[in-house]
């Protein structure tokens, strides 16, 4: 696992930072405006229809190929994948279609623009509906290179994409306005499909054949249903947060939204990773009723989540306006901007630890079984999430947004723990309640060194370079003050990491129990 989750690290480290670039040339060339507020309206339904089908598939498909995998029927596996890819572009064509029909239905009822925008929307809409197909496929086969522990080709299909966004964005700009980011998305989705058939097809030969009596697909309806349920009502928190802003100052959307990709800068580096590699693990170990090495994991993986992402949620909080201005300011994204901004950041950073440990848990849940039990779990935190929204919303605007979202993922955390004590017949919590404090106390120290040094140095100068020269201070004067504190009250997780880094075989951080 330690071995696979460094390489998956280092990919997704790559995607993730040029996705950064992708959102550094979003904010120069549109800013906080109402045009990038229509693209990422018009996403909403793409992006619900793909999490609730290729996430439903994606979470349903990896224990079912793992199983197939581990038990040495391979030729089943691919033979289920090759059905499932045909069905996917029969219906996922018709949605497709149907969605581009009805849009200026839906549309306005997703953002509630003024009239020209939403047609600038509805337009967007209609344009990004293919990409449903792309991303659902890409789910099917990436669900089968992770059971077969090849994780490569879908680790880097984001930067593939990503890269293509950045090309096409800044080349077709000044021709297409706000439509170059509808091209941009179409070429990078269809472009990691592009990735990740190779090495599928070095599986086994692709078959152009549906065998609706397959085994694996009667067991793949049993639990798509109800996991699909469980990932709509996490799509949904992301409808309500785009319907809500919507009626707020132009430029509020594309604020959060920026805002929200810093947030998940350190858990798309780490969490993915690890959430990349554990998944199939946890589904390998049930496989082999081996729930003592399933307990493990999970305490294994906690801890790692909040080593990693507790001091960067920090971090993000004392650096919030730095780390936007250097970012994004530039060319339409203006300074006024960089203040809506890095107000809105610490509101999103306040939810990173609990986002993070909730994919770790769901994923041994959905390993385990217990699918029923995450799904009602998702439903309540969803609920949970409007509830406190429409209590915020007047008083804090786009902050009680975040918050909400904190709020709610943190209750979520609590829930998923108590579930995947059920699920696993118990697992001690005591290392992990250790780790939060230790990790917890080295954040706070850091912190506090943090703001020290900001109040005493002078603001860097209005440039590009001083600006980045600046922020790379703080972030490494941070990350030495954080490493510091964990290796001098004995971390194990620092050990660990620094393991990964030299390529030593890990020690256990938690005994079998």
Same mark, same amino acid.
Request: proline share 6%; with cysteine; hydrophobic share 60%.
């Given at each position: 696992?330690?071995?696979?989750?460094?390489?998956?690290? @280092?990919?997704?480290?790559? #995607?993730?930072? =040029?996705?950064? /670039?992708?959102?550094?040339?979003?904010?120069?060339?549109?800013?906080?405006?109402?045009?990038?507020?229509?693209?990422?309206? @018009?996403?909403?339904?793409?992006?619900?229809?793909?999490?609730?089908?290729?996430?439903?598939?994606?979470?349903?498909?990896?224990?079912?190929?793992?199983?197939?995998?581990?038990?040495?029927?391979?030729?089943?596996?691919?033979? =289920?994948?090759? #059905?499932?890819?045909?069905?996917?572009?029969?219906?996922?064509?018709?949605? +497709?279609?149907?969605?581009?029909?009805?849009?200026?239905?839906?549309?306005?009822?997703?953002?509630?623009?003024?009239?020209?925008?939403?047609?600038?929307?509805?337009?967007?809409?209609?344009?990004?509906?293919?990409?449903?197909?792309?991303?659902?496929?890409?789910?099917?086969?990436?669900?089968?290179?992770?059971?077969?522990?090849?994780?490569?080709?879908?680790?880097? !299909?984001?930067?593939?994409?990503?890269?293509?966004?950045?090309?096409?964005?800044?080349?077709?700009?000044?021709?297409?306005?706000?439509?170059? *980011?509808?091209?941009? +998305?179409?070429?990078?989705?269809?472009?990691?499909?592009?990735?990740?058939?190779?090495?599928?097809?070095?599986?086994?030969?692709?078959?152009?054949?549906?065998?609706?009596?397959?085994?694996?697909?009667?067991?793949?309806?049993?639990? =798509?249903?109800?996991?699909?349920?469980?990932?709509?009502?996490?799509?949904?928190?992301?409808?309500?947060?785009?319907?809500?802003?919507?009626?707020?100052?132009?430029?509020?959307?594309?604020?959060?939204?920026?805002?929200?990709?810093?947030?998940?800068?350190?858990?798309?580096?780490?969490?993915?990773?690890?959430?990349?590699?554990?998944?199939? *693990?946890?589904?390998?170990?049930?496989?082999?009723?081996?729930?003592?090495?399933?307990?493990? #994991?999970?305490?294994?993986?906690?801890?790692?989540?909040?080593?990693?992402?507790?001091? #960067?949620?920090?971090?993000?909080?004392?650096?919030?306006?730095?780390?936007?201005?250097?970012?994004?300011?530039?060319?339409?994204?203006?300074?006024?901007?960089?203040?809506?901004?890095?107000?809105?950041?610490?509101?999103?950073?306040?939810?990173?630890?609990?986002?993070?440990?909730?994919?770790?848990?769901?994923?041994?849940?959905?390993?385990?079984?217990?699918?029923?039990?995450?799904?009602?779990?998702?439903?309540?935190?969803?609920?949970?999430?409007?509830?406190?929204?429409?209590?915020?919303?007047?008083?804090?605007?786009?902050?009680?947004?975040?918050?909400?979202?904190?709020?709610?993922?943190? =209750? !979520?955390?609590?829930?998923? /723990?108590?579930?995947?004590?059920?699920?696993?017949?118990?697992?001690?919590?005591?290392?992990?309640?250790?780790?939060?404090?230790?990790?917890?106390?080295?954040?706070?120290?850091?912190?506090?060194?943090?703001?020290?040094?900001?109040?005493?140095?002078?603001?860097?100068?209005?440039?590009?370079?001083?600006?980045?020269?600046?922020?790379?201070?703080?972030?490494?004067?941070?990350?030495?003050?954080?490493?510091?504190?964990?290796?001098?009250?004995?971390?194990?997780?620092?050990?660990? @990491?620094?393991?990964?880094?030299?390529?030593?075989?890990?020690?256990?951080?938690?005994?079998?129990?």
């Amino acid at each position: 696992m330690a071995t696979s989750t460094a390489l998956v690290a @280092a990919a997704t480290l790559a #995607s993730t930072l =040029l996705g950064f /670039v992708r959102e550094v040339v979003y904010a120069k060339f549109y800013g906080a405006s109402w045009e990038l507020d229509a693209f990422l309206a @018009a996403s909403v339904v793409p992006v619900i229809l793909f999490g609730v089908f290729s996430g439903a598939l994606v979470t349903a498909l990896v224990p079912l190929f793992s199983d197939y995998v581990t038990t040495d029927r391979r030729d089943e596996a691919v033979s =289920l994948a090759s #059905s499932l890819i045909v069905v996917l572009v029969v219906v996922l064509g018709v949605l +497709a279609i149907a969605g581009a029909i009805f849009a200026p239905w839906y549309v306005p009822q997703i953002a509630r623009f003024p009239h020209g925008h939403a047609l600038t929307a509805i337009v967007m809409t209609r344009w990004l509906m293919p990409t449903i197909i792309a991303t659902s496929l890409c789910g099917v086969v990436a669900a089968l290179l992770n059971a077969y522990h090849r994780f490569w080709a879908a680790a880097v !299909q984001g930067f593939v994409a990503n890269l293509c966004i950045v090309a096409i964005v800044s080349l077709t700009q000044s021709r297409l306005g706000p439509y170059a *980011l509808v091209a941009g +998305a179409l070429a990078g989705a269809f472009a990691q499909l592009a990735v990740m058939i190779p090495p599928f097809l070095q599986l086994r030969p692709f078959r152009f054949a549906v065998d609706l009596r397959h085994p694996g697909l009667v067991r793949l309806l049993h639990v =798509l249903g109800p996991i699909a349920i469980g990932s709509a009502a996490g799509q949904i928190a992301l409808f309500f947060d785009r319907f809500f802003a919507s009626v707020m100052s132009p430029g509020t959307i594309s604020a959060m939204n920026f805002a929200v990709k810093v947030v998940g800068f350190p858990q798309q580096i780490f969490v993915t990773a690890i959430a990349t590699v554990i998944f199939p *693990l946890f589904a390998g170990q049930f496989a082999h009723k081996n729930r003592p090495a399933m307990r493990r #994991s999970l305490v294994t993986g906690l801890q790692m989540v909040i080593f990693l992402t507790l001091p #960067s949620a920090w971090g993000l909080c004392m650096l919030a306006g730095p780390i936007v201005q250097t970012l994004f300011e530039r060319g339409a994204f203006t300074p006024e901007d960089t203040v809506l901004c890095a107000q809105l950041l610490p509101f999103a950073a306040v939810g990173l630890v609990a986002l993070a440990g909730n994919v770790v848990l769901t994923r041994c849940l959905y390993a385990c079984g217990a699918v029923r039990t995450a799904i009602l779990i998702s439903v309540f935190t969803v609920a949970l999430n409007v509830a406190l929204s429409l209590a915020w919303l007047p008083s804090l605007g786009a902050r009680g947004l975040l918050l909400a979202n904190a709020t709610s993922q943190s =209750l !979520q955390t609590l829930a998923l /723990v108590a579930a995947a004590q059920r699920a696993l017949g118990g697992f001690d919590v005591r290392p992990i309640l250790v780790t939060l404090l230790k990790v917890g106390a080295c954040s706070i120290v850091m912190a506090f060194a943090l703001a020290a040094v900001q109040v005493g140095r002078p603001p860097p100068a209005p440039n590009t370079i001083a600006r980045i020269t600046s922020l790379g201070e703080h972030l490494l004067f941070g990350s030495f003050v954080f490493l510091a504190l964990a290796r001098l009250v004995d971390s194990s997780e620092l050990q660990l @990491a620094t393991d990964l880094l030299l390529r030593r075989r890990p020690r256990d951080l938690v005994p079998l129990p």
